[in-house]
């Protein structure tokens, strides 16, 4: 066998070009290089060149591939009929494997069934923008449930305390200003003792002071 061709790609190959190039002391030190600049015109990827520029779902002619269906169709009905394509063709590799194994009908065969297999694909491929709207569509009705959930909670919370409230004021007596003629009365009171108290206290003081001084002018 011939040494095979090597696969050349833009970008390095991960993940060891990454862990050698960014380890913990290179980004302490500030020696992890720049990223690389991006592509411009075209870059290789997988063995394969493609151009930024490129559309996200190349057409089957951009591959140099034969269309099996065309432009305008039922991508339903066609997958149904690649489906079938695809069972009948292998049923007729098994007969050519069973007939003649050694012949070019079974190579013949084998180049059917991946074209099949590659329309198949493209198909498929062609549902991925619906695929993310339909996603993203998902996404945003659980998050809007989820708000509205959320929205119906505090609402309930706030029923419940606008009832406890209106109870608590229920309960209360209707004599309300006599007992808020009694609760300044208390507090009056509760005022003039705090400044009773605190007269005494200087008083006291005061007089402690005063022996004090005639103490200390006996001894002398």
Same mark, same amino acid.
Do not use: W
């Given at each position: 066998?011939?040494?095979?061709?090597? /696969?050349?790609?833009?970008?390095?190959?991960?993940?060891?070009?990454?862990?050698? @190039?960014?380890?913990?002391?290179? /980004?302490?030190?500030?020696?992890?290089?720049?990223?690389?600049?991006?592509?411009?015109?075209?870059?290789?990827?997988?063995?394969?060149?493609?151009?930024?520029?490129?559309?996200?779902?190349?057409?089957?002619?951009?591959?140099?591939?034969?269309?099996?269906?065309?432009?305008?169709?039922?991508?339903?009905?066609?997958?149904?009929?690649?489906?079938?394509?695809?069972?009948?063709?292998?049923?007729?590799?098994?007969? +050519? *494997?069973?007939?003649?194994?050694?012949?070019?009908?079974?190579?013949?065969?084998?180049?059917?069934?991946?074209?099949?297999? +590659?329309?198949?694909?493209?198909?498929? @491929?062609?549902?991925?923008?619906?695929?993310?709207?339909?996603?993203?569509? +998902?996404?945003?009705?659980?998050?809007?449930?989820?708000?509205?959930?959320?929205?119906?909670?505090?609402?309930?919370?706030?029923?419940?305390?606008?009832? #406890?409230?209106?109870?608590?004021?229920?309960?209360?007596?209707? @004599?309300?200003?006599? #007992?808020?003629?009694? *609760?300044? /009365?208390?507090?009056?009171?509760?005022?003039?003792?705090?400044?009773?108290?605190?007269?005494?206290?200087?008083?006291?003081?005061?007089?402690?002071?005063?022996?004090?001084?005639?103490?200390? /002018?006996?001894?002398?």
């Amino acid at each position: 066998m011939g040494e095979q061709q090597a /696969v050349s790609s833009t970008f390095p190959l991960p993940p060891m070009q990454y862990i050698a @190039n960014y380890s913990d002391e290179k /980004v302490r030190n500030s020696a992890v290089p720049k990223p690389p600049l991006p592509a411009q015109d075209s870059y290789n990827m997988f063995g394969a060149t493609f151009t930024s520029n490129d559309e996200i779902i190349r057409p089957l002619e951009a591959q140099g591939l034969t269309r099996l269906h065309p432009k305008y169709f039922r991508h339903k009905e066609e997958l149904k009929k690649l489906n079938h394509s695809i069972l009948v063709n292998f049923l007729e590799l098994l007969e +050519v *494997l069973i007939s003649c194994p050694g012949g070019g009908k079974r190579e013949e065969k084998v180049e059917d069934i991946n074209l099949l297999f +590659v329309h198949m694909h493209h198909l498929i @491929n062609e549902y991925r923008p619906h695929q993310a709207r339909e996603t993203l569509r +998902v996404m945003m009705e659980v998050q809007k449930r989820q708000r509205l959930q959320t929205a119906e909670r505090f609402q309930k919370h706030l029923e419940k305390v606008t009832e #406890i409230l209106q109870g608590c004021f229920s309960s209360l007596p209707e @004599n309300v200003e006599h #007992i808020d003629n009694i *609760l300044a /009365v208390k507090l009056e009171s509760n005022q003039e003792e705090e400044i009773t108290n605190t007269t005494e206290k200087k008083e006291v003081s005061s007089i402690q002071k005063d022996r004090l001084m005639c103490n200390l /002018v006996d001894s002398l």
